[in-house]
Nanobody
Framework: QVQLVESGGGLVQAGGSLRLSCAASGTIFTLNAMGWYRQAPGKQRELVADITVGTSTRYADSVKGRFTISRGNAKNTVYLQMNSLKPEDTAVYYC?????????????WGQGTQVTVSS
């Protein structure tokens, strides 16, 4: 059973910083990529940033220059450093891990962590 454990959300004032962490465990498959998505009330879930095992990264335009995604030294971990936070960054942030099996890819999601930025 694959588990993604997230931590690091919370309440912060505009201009502040938070660091999200996610650790995946419980699979024999090969990790392909990990990333962070977010969903604000009444909106669709959107990509924030992701990183492959080759350390290629993608960022949403709205977070470029403010957020940094990185892989941890421990296997199957990912971090999201969020600086210069804005009220519009308020959302539930979800970690996603993609693994490669013999003939398929498998996506797993964390339970989500709330990030609230006050103005």
């Amino acid at each position: 059973q694959v588990q993604l454990v997230e931590s690091g959300g919370g309440l912060v004032q505009a201009g502040g910083s938070l660091r999200l962490s996610c650790a995946a465990s419980g699979t024999i498959f090969t990790l392909n990529a990990m990333g962070w998505y977010r969903q604000a009330p009444g909106k669709q879930r959107e990509l924030v940033a992701d990183i492959t095992v080759g350390t290629s990264t993608r960022y949403a335009d709205s977070v470029k220059g403010r957020f940094t995604i990185s892989r941890g030294n421990a296997k199957n971990t990912v971090y999201l450093q969020m600086n210069s936070l804005k009220p519009e960054d308020t959302a539930v942030y979800y970690c996603k891990a993609q693994f490669i099996g013999a003939s398929n890819t498998y996506d797993y999601w964390g339970q989500g962590t709330q990030v609230t930025v006050s103005s």
